[in-house]
């Protein structure tokens, strides 16, 4: 069966610091991979997503970025956190476009 | 554009009370699919279903149902005989996979059910 791990579970960094949050899929090939961002008490908005290795698509113009550098690894990252990147990062994947999404236990993170 | 709208941001219910989370949703697509996803307190999402706009029969699973109206651009959910485990962050989305959205689900806003004991 599939399953999906995303680390670490919750953060707490100061403002202007890097980042970098981890996904992996196990128990399937060449998943398609979503990063979401769920700010407290909103609803999920979706970052990047992956139909490949490096093949990278952003929805929302930020100061994050992502990379695929494996078929089954997904990772989000900042070179300069600001307090608005605060929330809640969910990773999921799909088998291919159209199809359900299953999420990661997510991340939690806190800007300071 | 796609929408979708949970108009409910908050409903309480006693244990055992049937309780209905209403979806509508806006697209101009004529292939689409609908979902509901719930959020425990965990905060993972759980996918619950996936129905797509050519299938309006309603579905049952155990003590959920959903109706589907393509007339109304409604997705409604509604739990029968609730439970204390069914207090959750619900979210309806929205997906077209050969639309302007290019395939990525498009989330309400979600309802916050709490069940009491």
């Known amino acids: 069966s599939q399953t999906i791990h995303q680390w670490p579970a919750t953060l707490v960094q100061p403002v202007g610091s890097p980042l970098s949050l981890e996904c992996t899929v196990e128990?399937?090939?060449?998943?398609?991979l979503y990063w979401y961002r769920q700010a407290a008490g909103r609803g999920l908005q979706l970052l990047f997503y992956?139909?490949?290795?490096?093949?990278i698509s952003s929805e929302v113009p930020q100061n994050l970025s992502a990379s695929r550098p494996q078929d089954r690894q997904f990772i989000l990252s900042s070179k300069k956190l600001l307090l608005s990147d605060s929330g809640f990062y969910l990773c999921?994947?799909?088998?291919?476009?159209?199809?359900?999404?299953?999420f990661g236990p997510g991340t939690r993170l806190t800007v300071t | 554009a796609q929408k979708v709208t949970q108009a409910q941001t908050e409903i309480s219910v006693v244990e055992k009370e049937d309780v209905t989370l209403d979806c509508v949703y806006e697209t101009r697509d004529t292939t689409y699919y609908l979902f509901w996803y719930k959020q425990p307190p965990s905060g993972e999402l759980v996918f619950l279903i996936r129905?797509?706009?050519?299938?309006?029969q309603n579905e049952i699973s155990g003590r959920y149902s959903w109706n589907f109206q393509k007339s109304t651009s409604s997705f409604n959910f509604t739990i029968t005989a609730s439970q204390v485990v069914d207090s959750a962050v619900y979210f309806c989305a929205l997906q077209s996979p050969y639309g302007g959205s290019q395939g990525n689900l498009i989330f309400g806003k979600g309802t916050k059910l709490s069940v009491k004991p």
């Open positions: 992956s139909v490949g290795i490096g093949q």
């Open positions: 999921a994947w799909s088998v291919r476009r159209g199809g359900e999404q299953y």
């Open positions: 129905r797509n706009s050519f299938d309006e």
């Open positions: 128990g399937t090939s060449n998943p398609n």
